[in-house]
C-alpha cells in the first residue's frame, strides 16, 4: 500500500498551548490560576495517600501511647481529608463553572468568524465542515479547557514521579526502568489508537454533520409542510435509520480498537506488578526493610508506575488537545484567498450611485462553466433596471456579485467608477438595501428586525412608515405589541408568525429603513396577492426616488415601471432597452411578454392592465 506523506499539523503542541493559555487568562483568568494552584496540593496529597498506610504500620509497632499513635495518626488524616476536599471539591468545581465559560468564549470567535467571513467563501463545503469541526473541538470535556488542565496535571505528575521515583531509587535503583516499561508500551498502543482516530476525524465529522441535519429536520416547519404532504418521512425515516447504523459501525469499530489497545497495557501491567512485588517481599523476608518501609515502598511502586503511564499519556493528550485546537485556530485565523480594500462608503453614500458591470463573468466554486459570461452593463445614476430572463438564467447571481456576497471571477464592478473590491466589505454593504427571494428572520421584534438596531435606538415613527408604505399597516393593527411583537411565535407565545407575503413586505420594510442609495428587489412580488403586488407598484416610484435601483421580476409587465428593461439568458445580456422598445423589437422578450399576457385578456382581446 502506498504509504501516505504525514499531515503537519497547522501549528505546534507548543505554539497552541502559549494560544490557548493567553485566551484563558483573558476569559477566565481566575481557572487558570486555580489550576496552577492545584499542582502542589496534588503532589501532597499523592504523597499523603503513600505515607498514611505507612504511618499506621509505624505507629502499631512504635509501642508509643494509644492517645500519641492516634493524635500522629488523626492530624495527618485531617490534613489530608482538608487537602482533598480544597482539590477535589472546591477546586474541580470551580475550573468546572470556569471552563464552560472559557469554551463559550471560544464558540463566541468562532461565531464571529462565521459570521464575519466573506459569504462566497462561507459557501464552500470545506470551510463549512472546518467550523464543525471547530464547533465540535469546544464541546464540554473535550473543550479547548482541557488543554491547560492537561499541562497543568502534566506539571503535577512529573513533580511527584520525581518525587516518588526518589523513594524507590533510594532503595533500589534498578527498580525504576522496569516500572517505566508498561507506560513506555501503554503510550505506544494509546497514540497508534489516537493518531488513527485523528486521520479519520474528517468521516466522523462528515457523519455527524449528516446526522446533526436528519436529526433537525423533523423539527423544521418550513420542511415540514413537504415531508407530511409528499409523503417523505418514510424517506427521512429511513436516511436517520442508515446513518445511526453507519454511525453505531463506526463507533464499535473505534471501540474494538480502544480494547486491543488496552488490552494490551493491562497484560504489560500484570507482569511488572508481578516482578516489583516479588523482589519487594524477597527483601522484607531478607530482614533487608522494615514493615514501614515495605508498606511504603509497596505503594510507591505503583504509585510511580501510574504517574508514569500518566505523563505518557497526559503527553499523548496534550497533542490530542492540540490537533482540536488546531482545528479553531484554522477556522479562526484562516485568512481568506480573497483581499479587500479600505475604501470607505460615506462618499458614495452621498450621491446617487452609478453602477458598471465590465466584462464580468462568474463561475461557482468547483463547477468547470461560468454562469455568467462577460456581463457589460451600466446602471446610470438614479436608474431604474429591470432584470428578466427564465429561470437560471443568472439574474440571481448578477445581484449577490452586485451586492459584493461574490467576487467576480473574471472583470469588475465599477460604483461611481471605483472597483468594488477596492472597497472594505463592510463598507461596501452599506451601498445596498437588497430584499432576497428567501430571507430569514430571527427571534428579534418587528422593529429590531426591521431598523436592524437590537439596542432600542431606532426611530419609532420611521419603522412605522417604512411598515405601513409597504402594507403592513393594518396587521401592526391587529398586534397587541405592534412593532414590539416577537417574530417567532415558539420563542414568544405574544409573537406572531408572518405569512410568506408578509414576510416580503417586512423585508422591504428594512430595505426602506435601511435607506441605502442602491435598491435591489429581487422578485419581490411573488409571494404577494393581487392587492398587495398593485401597492407595491404604486409606491415603487417613491421606494426608488433618488437611488439608482435594480428590479428582477417574473411578471413582465411590471418592467413598465422601469427606465430599462435588461433580459438575460444563459448567463449574457441578449436584449436592451425600455419595454417598448423591447416589444418592438420582437424577439424573445416580446414573446414571453406575450405568453404571459395572453391569460389576462379576455375573450374579445382585450387586455385586462394586469
Ligand atoms: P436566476 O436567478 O436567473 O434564476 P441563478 O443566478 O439563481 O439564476 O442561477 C444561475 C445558475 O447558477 C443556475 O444554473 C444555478 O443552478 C447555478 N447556481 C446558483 N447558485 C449556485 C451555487 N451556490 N452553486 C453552484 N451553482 C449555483
Not at 467563501?121 to 479547548?144: C, F, P, W
Not at 516479588?278 to 510511580?304: H, P, R, T
Not at 485568512?335 to 463573468?361: C, Q, T, W
Not at 419595454?579 to 375573450?603: F, N, P, T, V
Request: charged share 20%; net charge neutral; with cysteine.
Amino acid at each position: 500500500m502506498k504509504k501516505t506523506k504525514k499531515e503537519k499539523p497547522y501549528r505546534s503542541t507548543a505554539n497552541n498551548f502559549i494560544w490557548s493559555s493567553k485566551l484563558q487568562l483573558k476569559y477566565a483568568p481566575l481557572g487558570f490560576v486555580i489550576r496552577i494552584f492545584g499542582i502542589p496540593v496534588g503532589v501532597a496529597l499523592s504523597y499523603c495517600s503513600i505515607y498514611l498506610p505507612a504511618l499506621i504500620v509505624k505507629q502499631a509497632v512504635s509501642g508509643n501511647t494509644f492517645a500519641d499513635v492516634a493524635l500522629a495518626i488523626g492530624s495527618f488524616f485531617i490534613i489530608q481529608m482538608l487537602l482533598s476536599q480544597l482539590k477535589e471539591g472546591f477546586m474541580v468545581r470551580y475550573i468546572g463553572a470556569m471552563d464552560a465559560r472559557f469554551n463559550y468564549a471560544v464558540q463566541y470567535l468562532i461565531n464571529e468568524r462565521s459570521l464575519t467571513r466573506p459569504y462566497e467563501e462561507y459557501e464552500k463545503k470545506e470551510i463549512r465542515d472546518l467550523r464543525h469541526r471547530a464547533m465540535s473541538a469546544t464541546q464540554y470535556n473535550t473543550g479547548v479547557g482541557d488543554f491547560s488542565e492537561r499541562a497543568c496535571y502534566m506539571v503535577e505528575y512529573v513533580l511527584s514521579y520525581v518525587l516518588f521515583g526518589g523513594i524507590i531509587a533510594s532503595f533500589s535503583p534498578w527498580m525504576l526502568p522496569l516500572i517505566m516499561l508498561e507506560p513506555i508500551l501503554s503510550l505506544i498502543c494509546t497514540r497508534a489508537y489516537q493518531r488513527w482516530c485523528h486521520k479519520h476525524r474528517e468521516y466522523e465529522s462528515n457523519l455527524s454533520s449528516k446526522l446533526g441535519y436528519a436529526e433537525e429536520l423533523p423539527d423544521d416547519f418550513t420542511a415540514g409542510k413537504d415531508i407530511r404532504v409528499y409523503g417523505m418521512s418514510g424517506w427521512l425515516q429511513n436516511t436517520y435509520h442508515g446513518l445511526v447504523n453507519e454511525i453505531n459501525a463506526w463507533e464499535r469499530k473505534k471501540a474494538s480498537r480502544s480494547f486491543v489497545s488496552g488490552f494490551t497495557s493491562l497484560v504489560v501491567i500484570l507482569l511488572r506488578d508481578s516482578l516489583a512485588y516479588a523482589f519487594l517481599i524477597g527483601m522484607a523476608i531478607n530482614k533487608q526493610i522494615s514493615v514501614d518501609e515495605f508498606v511504603l515502598y509497596f505503594a510507591a511502586i505503583s504509585q510511580c508506575a501510574s504517574f508514569f503511564g500518566a505523563i505518557l499519556n497526559t503527553w499523548g493528550g496534550l497533542h490530542a488537545s492540540s490537533l482540536r485546537v488546531c482545528d479553531i485556530r484554522k477556522f479562526i485565523e484562516d485568512d481568506v484567498s480573497v483581499s479587500y480594500g479600505n475604501e470607505k462608503a460615506d462618499a458614495h453614500l452621498m450621491r446617487v450611485p452609478e453602477i458598471e458591470f465590465v466584462n464580468v463573468s462568474y463561475r461557482y466554486d468547483g463547477s468547470d462553466t461560468d454562469v455568467l459570461k462577460n456581463i457589460n452593463l451600466k446602471i446610470k445614476a438614479g436608474e431604474s433596471l429591470a432584470l428578466v430572463g427564465l429561470n437560471g438564467a443568472g439574474k440571481t447571481t448578477l445581484v449577490k456579485l452586485l451586492c459584493g456576497l461574490y467576487r467576480p471571477t473574471g472583470g469588475q464592478i465599477l460604483i461611481n467608477g471605483t472597483p468594488s473590491d477596492s472597497f472594505a466589505l463592510k463598507e461596501y454593504y452599506r451601498l445596498f438595501s437588497p430584499v432576497f427571494q428567501d430571507s430569514k428572520t430571527a427571534f428579534f421584534t418587528i422593529a429590531e428586525t426591521v431598523s436592524g438596531d437590537l439596542d432600542g435606538n431606532y426611530d419609532v415613527s420611521r419603522v412605522e412608515n417604512c411598515l405601513k408604505r409597504v402594507g403592513l399597516g393594518n396587521k401592526l393593527d391587529t398586534l397587541p405589541k405592534g412593532i414590539n411583537t416577537v417574530l417567532d411565535k415558539q420563542v414568544d407565545s405574544e409573537g406572531t408568525n408572518l405569512s410568506g407575503g408578509e414576510m416580503q413586505k417586512l423585508m422591504m420594510a428594512r430595505a426602506l429603513y435601511k435607506n441605502a442609495p442602491v435598491l435591489i428587489l429581487d422578485e419581490p412580488t411573488a409571494a404577494l396577492d393581487p392587492i398587495a403586488e398593485s401597492k407595491i407598484y404604486e409606491e415603487y416610484q417613491n421606494m426608488t426616488k433618488g437611488k439608482t435601483s435594480l428590479f428582477i421580476s417574473h411578471r413582465l409587465a411590471s418592467t413598465r415601471f422601469c427606465d430599462k428593461v435588461v433580459y438575460m439568458e444563459d448567463g449574457q445580456i441578449t436584449e436592451i432597452g425600455t419595454h417598448e422598445e423591447l416589444l418592438a423589437l420582437g424577439k424573445e422578450y416580446s414573446r414571453l411578454y406575450e405568453m404571459q399576457s395572453c391569460w389576462y385578456r379576455d375573450d374579445y382581446g382585450r387586455e385586462n392592465n394586469i
